[in-house]
């Protein structure tokens, strides 16, 4: 938490998120041939029913509301989303699976994200949303980084990535996100792109991420890319993932948020 400053009564609040965006990976496929039928012990006719019977009526769940507005906690759509990433872990030829899903999400979204180029930060939980290296006047961009369990203990185990955004609530108590952070296990993940369909799985990885860091939690639908656990028959955003995608690309526009 960072002292107020600059507009009086500002507050940066670092949310939750971090520790509700660790996905677990579970069964990652290990046969190659012919897919089984994913639907048949399930009667689902259709991916809007299917996202329908979901435990969330809407097919999709936020992570934080706006203690005033009591509207979901969503980036200004005003405000394009700048971001820089550590490759330094991550397995060769990634890179491109990034871009293509900051592209996915910007598209499902609406908003604008902006490529800022590499950087050499690493990692951290406690990253704030501000930082000197950026500037004095800016919200740091968005990190996506590439690490692995020993240096980001949260990523033990099954769990592939970790994503949350942190939000500046103004004088008047909105709050919208402006800076976040995506950390995705470079170990994990290259065994999973080494596996069948792994690019995809890679990608679906990433999205998941992203969908985290602009506002989306988890779901009970296992159809979903939001299901908390990795699920190799979804690699792209289904009807539940785009319509939150959709709503947190529709937040207020605030255009005044304050940089200290
Ligand atoms: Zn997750």
Redesign the pocket.
């Known amino acids: 938490m960072s002292p107020a400053r600059g507009a009086a009564a500002a507050v940066l609040a670092l949310t939750t998120s971090l520790a509700?965006?660790?996905?677990?990976l579970t069964s990652v496929a290990t046969d190659d041939g012919p897919a089984p039928s994913t639907t048949s012990s399930a009667p689902a006719p259709d991916t809007t029913s299917a996202a329908a019977a979901s435990a969330d009526p809407a097919g999709y769940a936020v992570l934080e509301t706006d203690e005033v507005t009591g509207a979901p906690i969503t980036y200004s759509p005003c405000r394009p989303i700048a971001y820089v990433t550590n490759l330094a872990g991550a397995p060769a030829g990634v890179e491109e699976l990034v871009e293509q899903a900051v592209a996915v999400i910007a598209e499902d979204t609406g908003l604008t994200f902006t490529d800022e180029g590499s950087t050499d930060e690493g990692p951290d939980p406690e990253r704030e949303a501000q930082l000197a290296e950026y500037g004095d006047d800016v919200w740091a961009p968005v990190l996506i980084a590439w690490t692995d369990d020993e240096a980001i203990p949260d990523l033990a185990g099954d769990t592939v990535?970790?994503?949350g955004s942190q939000a500046y609530t103004d004088a008047e108590g909105r709050s919208s996100y402006v800076s976040g952070d995506v950390m995705l296990d470079g170990p994990d993940l290259s065994a999973i792109l080494e596996g069948p369909g792994g690019e995809a799985q890679v990608r679906a990885v990433v999205l998941?991420?992203l969908?985290?860091l602009v506002g989306l939690?988890?779901v009970d639908d296992p159809t979903q890319l939001?299901f908390?656990e990795d699920n190799p028959e979804v690699t792209e955003p289904a009807a539940g993932d785009l319509a939150g995608l959709a709503a947190m690309g529709a937040g207020p526009c605030v255009e005044d948020l304050a940089t200290p």
């Open positions: 509700l965006g660790g996905c677990v990535g970790l994503a998941h991420e969908g985290h939690d988890h939001m908390a």
